[in-house]
Nanobody, 126 residues
Framework: QVQLVESGGGLVQAGGSLRLSCAASGRTDSDYVAGWFRQAPGQEREFVACITSGPGITYYADTVKGRFTISRDNAKSTVYLQMNSLKPEDTAVYYC???????????????????WGQGTQVTVVS
């Protein structure tokens, strides 16, 4: 399995930007789907975005499409989430996750990801 560590969270005003990073260690290959999920207080964890290995196909939740961009640098074993035009409703703990074997049908399902980071807090104030 791969170990994941997130960074880059913080406090930002509405309309601002943050870039989250997820550094992977352990396995040296990058043949995994990397995803970002978030969980707000009292709410269930929800899918935010993911990126496949190889061609780097991206998927986004409708709530962040056009504002967030996921990318990966395999040479640095790091996945990024660039978040622009942040809204108070984006406030949550953001988690990075990885899955080596996942179907397209399950790619937005947190249960399909086997490795998780510890999370990083993002707080957006109006």
């Amino acid at each position: 399995q791969v170990q994941l560590v997130e960074s880059g969270g913080g406090l930002v005003q509405a309309g601002g930007s943050l870039r989250l990073s997820c550094a992977a260690s352990g396995r040296t290959d990058s043949d995994y789907v990397a995803g970002w999920f978030r969980q707000a207080p009292g709410q269930e964890r929800e899918f935010v975005a993911c990126i496949t290995s190889g061609p780097g196909i991206t998927y986004y939740a409708d709530t962040v499409k056009g504002r967030f961009t996921i990318s990966r640098d395999n040479a640095k074993s790091t996945v990024y989430l660039q978040m622009n035009s942040l809204k108070p409703e984006d406030t949550a703990v953001y988690y990075c996750a990885a899955a080596y074997f996942i179907s397209r049908a399950d790619i937005r399902q947190g249960s399909a990801y086997k490795s998780w980071g510890q999370g990083t807090q993002v707080t957006v104030v109006s």
